[in-house]
């Protein structure tokens, strides 16, 4: 996001209140259902009632934003029906954070998928902690394994892979 050229913002938010799944392979009729995995609590307690809003698309969003961080996963696993997933979802089961997603983009998440709507943050505010984060002066971080420097938001990665290289290598002498 560019703070001083808006048409270089490519972020892009729809209407979810017209979203539908795709797929029928499970034999229900989809053309009708919302999808499940994407919309706000509200949404699922009165499926009748027209409840979209600001607060629900911030929920979808939301989800969307889990789905980046957690590398295309699909939101509580692709294996699962609808009818399992809503259950789900109405007993409170809530996505925990991908591994490697930054705890201040986890946090904007977090806010994001409050089951309270009037709690969610507006639009406008996700907006306002994304320019924060980015107009950060960048700051770089050592490994603590191999003392290399790296930004906030590559070193989680970075040391995830030196642990497993270190973890490897002490395994490999041990044999010896």
């Known amino acids: 996001m560019n703070p001083t050229n808006s048409s270089e913002n490519l972020v892009k938010l729809i209407d979810f209140s017209m979203t539908r799944t795709k797929d029928c392979s499970d034999g229900d009729n989809k053309s009708t259902d919302i999808s499940v995995r994407y919309c706000a609590p509200e949404i699922l307690k009165s499926?009748?009632?027209?409840?979209?809003?600001?607060?629900?698309?911030?929920?979808?969003?939301?989800?969307?934003?889990?789905?980046?961080?957690?590398?295309?996963?699909?939101?509580?696993?692709?294996?699962?029906?609808?009818?399992?997933?809503?259950?789900?979802?109405l007993n409170d089961e809530q996505l925990l954070q991908p591994n490697g997603c930054h705890t201040r983009i986890w946090i904007i998440i977090e806010h994001c998928l409050l089951r309270t709507s009037e709690m969610r943050d507006t639009m406008k505010k996700i907006q306002s902690k994304f320019l924060e984060i980015h107009l950060e002066p960048t700051l770089l971080i050592e490994c603590r394994y191999c003392h290399r420097q790296f930004t906030w938001n590559a070193l989680d990665p970075h040391e995830q892979l030196c642990s497993q290289i270190l973890s490897v290598r002490t395994h490999s002498s041990d044999s010896f």
């Open 47 to 89: 499926i009748d009632q027209s409840n979209y809003s600001e607060a629900s698309d911030v929920y979808s969003l939301g989800v969307l934003m889990w789905e980046a961080c957690s590398h295309g996963k699909v939101p509580y696993g692709s294996d699962t029906s609808n009818d399992d997933i809503r259950q789900r979802r």
